[in-house]
């Protein structure tokens, strides 16, 4: 079972019912019960406080007014604390409260349901949000699972998180002035930070070896982007990062590895991290060499490029990367 699941296999998602209303509340428990949720009922804003904090619902149906505590309010904290931003929430509400709508709307309110309800629309907006809620809840345990691996991996091989987070970003920028989409541009984000993931297969004895490797050690480094593509694999959800991790060391003259790929047969994400990480990789402080300086890093792509790198990213890299200092040039003139 991937680790996802495992998390989050306390479904039937729990519901959080608030309304002073009796009459309301027993009608959708009623229903929402028949549809298989689990539901916790509170009658005033502070029960819906406390409750919330103690069951921790996958989804909230809250009255808007009620007495002490408002259903706008419970709203906005749900939406401002970080460990429940994303679990959704639905107003009730009667049919003159524009004013409430807005400053519901205003606090993050994901569903407005107009009373008299029709208790098949509830079921039907309850589904929809909890089918999202559950792909977010998956994508966001992958993503802090596997980052937390990554920096592991980085520290083992003497590198700070940082250089994890430079690739991603170098990677972004790169991807965006290409005119990716933004599906495209998140798999580049996830491939510069998850490419040497693999790394974790490598033993100690191997990444921390002060000599030269042999020939079976090599082997082993080598092994790293195909390592990390299947641990990041189960990620389909969207066009997950596994061609940037499982490519990120062809070359483009197709001297590289593991397939050996040439050119545009390796795919554009696996391309554009390639250079961010050599770039980022030149520039910090190794363990056997001192930090290259900038000038002579890029140098370094220059000459590579067509060779190791593909041109037209090189092009755009040391574009940006000019364009950078300049604008640095200019702001320290002025
Ligand atoms: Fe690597």
């Not at 949000?129 to 802090?144: C, G, M, P, Y």
């Amino acid at each position: 079972m991937p680790l996802a699941d495992l998390l989050h296999a306390s479904w039937p998602a729990t519901i959080l019912i608030a309304d002073d209303d009796m009459g309301v509340r027993r009608v959708l428990r009623r229903a929402l019960e028949g549809a298989g949720y689990r539901v916790v009922e509170a009658r005033t804003g502070v029960q819906a406080v406390a409750l919330g904090d103690e069951e921790r619902p996958d989804l909230f149906i809250l009255d808007i007014s009620m007495p002490g505590v408002d259903g706008v309010e419970i709203c906005r904290a749900i939406k401002d604390d970080p460990d429940t931003h994303l679990t959704p929430v639905i107003h009730i509400t009667g049919q003159s409260e524009r004013d409430d709508r807005l400053r519901a709307l205003e606090a993050g309110s994901d569903e407005f349901v107009a009373k008299p309800f029709d208790i098949e629309e509830i079921l039907v907006r309850v589904r929809s949000l909890l089918r999202t809620k559950r792909l977010t809840d998956h994508l966001v345990s992958d993503e802090a699972v596997l980052v937390a691996l990554s920096r592991t991996v980085e520290a083992r091989d003497n590198y700070t998180e940082r250089h994890l987070y430079r690739v991603a970003d170098r990677s972004v920028g790169m991807a965006r002035r290409m005119g990716m989409s933004e599906r495209e541009i998140e798999s580049v984000r996830l491939g510069g930070l998850y490419h040497d993931l693999g790394k974790i297969a490598v033993p100690d004895r191997v990444l921390h070896k002060p000599a030269a490797l042999d020939r079976a050690e090599y082997a082993l480094v080598r092994r790293h982007p195909e390592a990390g593509a299947e641990i990041v694999r189960p990620l389909r959800a969207f066009d997950g990062p596994e061609a940037a991790v499982l490519h990120h060391h062809e070359r483009f003259d197709g001297t590289g590895y593991p397939y050996g790929l040439r050119g545009e047969e390796i795919p554009l994400a696996a391309r554009i991290v390639a250079v961010a990480d050599a770039f980022d990789a030149m520039t910090t402080d190794r363990p056997y060499r001192a930090a290259l300086p900038h000038d002579v890093a890029l140098q370094r792509l220059s000459d590579g490029s067509g060779e190791q790198w593909d041109p037209l990213i090189i092009e755009l890299f040391l574009a940006q990367y000019v364009g950078g200092v300049k604008e640095v040039e200019i702001a320290e003139g002025l």
